[in-house]
């Protein structure tokens, strides 16, 4: 069986979350091309209820486990949970703005809003995974082993070592 890390499991999820990404690009492309505002809530929509953009919202689990395991990474931490914050500020500021799509100054902030979001989102990815990897490579368990720990609050590591 394939050794599996919480490090491709966290690259998993952010592959889909880069695909979603590429959605938010598309989306912002048709709002400028003047997509009907009922084809765009419904592409947001689509986005939210499949669930990786929305799952960045509540990552209680991976943060809590690593600062136990790794205090070194406390300064890390505090900035990915910042763009954590940041990225769902910026989630608010999509649904706002495709609240109004009636007038190119709507459709411009949507359009903004979707930029800002890919942007920072990628950046973000992109670090995580990097400066994530040294921790997260050093633990063995499967997915199932990690919704174990976030159930009985015990870090990564511990159960991994079991
Ligand atoms: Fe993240």
Do not use: Y
Not at 92 to 109: N, Q
Not at 121 to 131: G, N, Q, R, W
Not at 144 to 149: D, E, M, P, T
């Amino acid at each position: 069986m394939p050794r599996h890390t919480p490090l491709d499991e966290l690259k998993w999820v952010h592959s889909m979350v880069r695909r979603d990404l590429d959605v938010c690009r598309e989306l912002a492309a048709s709002v400028a091309d003047g997509a009907s505002a009922d084809d765009v809530r419904a592409g947001i929509e689509s986005l939210q209820t499949n669930g990786p953009l929305v799952h960045l919202r509540d990552d209680a689990v991976m943060f809590p486990a690593i600062r136990q395991a790794r205090p070194d990474l406390a300064p890390t931490i505090d900035r990915l949970e910042a763009d954590h914050r940041l990225v769902s500020d910026l989630l608010d500021e999509v649904e706002a703005a495709a609240g109004d799509l009636d007038d190119t100054a709507g459709r411009r902030r949507l359009v903004d809003a979707f930029t800002e979001l890919a942007e920072h989102l990628t950046e973000h990815l992109d670090f995580e995974e990097t400066a994530l990897a040294p921790a997260l490579e050093a633990w063995t368990i499967w997915s199932g082993a990690r919704r174990g720990a976030v159930e009985q609050q015990r870090p990564l590591a511990l159960v991994a070592g079991e």
